[in-house]
């Protein structure tokens, strides 16, 4: 029986070990992508000269922690998922399709963000809400799932604000019409919720 329980708990925490990795390079890559769109559309940047070098490879500045910040991001969230997915079950948790996809879904919204300059604090606003509640309501469609994607969305938003001020990186004025970030912000942390909350669910 001892030998049993021992090798389960090292099962277990191999699991974990492998879903924290996987949820971290999902969100390094993930985010990181997303961002290059905004700072290369000028939704946000960071300061030139830093105090970090810059990733290599890429046409613009962007601090080599950027990764590990989205890595570590992504990684906690999908650990707050994971261990609520016992009690709620999203609407299409069984698609493995959307599922597999969530991550490209998020991808595709962040990058919108940016390419899609219609005017923070409004139009902007207006549509990425209308889009975040349709994704929750088609991908999720549980209070459960709408109150983590809130919860985020307070948490991530928050904590950008943060490191707004302490001169980490910036958005351009005319996308920083709330505490130094853009009011749409917290609506793209529902969308990465809803994804994230899918995607771990692939996780075995």
Not at 61 to 80: D, E, H, Q, R, S
Not at 183 to 199: D, E, G, H, Q, T
Request: aromatic residues 16%.
């Amino acid at each position: 029986m001892n030998d049993w329980l021992k090798e389960q708990k090292q099962l277990n925490a191999f699991w974990w070990i492998k879903f924290l990795l996987l949820s971290f390079i999902a969100g390094a890559i993930a985010g990181t992508t997303g961002d290059f769109v905004h700072v290369i559309t000028h939704t946000d940047g960071y300061p030139v000269p830093g105090p970090f070098p810059y990733l290599p490879l890429l046409p613009v500045k962007m601090p080599i922690w950027v990764p590990f910040l989205f890595g570590t991001a992504v990684m906690l969230m999908a650990t707050t998922h994971k261990l609520a997915s016992q009690f709620y079950h999203p609407r299409l948790e069984k698609n493995v399709f959307v599922s597999t996809s969530a991550p490209l879904i998020f991808i595709i919204v962040y990058a919108m963000t940016g390419f899609l300059h219609t005017g923070t604090g409004g139009l902007e606003d207006v549509w990425l809400a209308i889009l975040a509640i349709m994704i929750w309501y088609i991908m999720d469609r549980t209070a459960m799932g709408a109150a983590l994607a809130i919860l985020n969305a307070i948490c991530g938003t928050l904590f950008e604000i943060f490191l707004v001020s302490i001169g980490g990186f910036f958005y351009y004025p005319e996308h920083s019409n709330m505490f130094g970030v853009p009011s749409w912000l917290p609506w793209l942390y529902m969308v990465a919720s809803v994804c994230i909350s899918l995607f771990v669910r692939l996780i075995k």
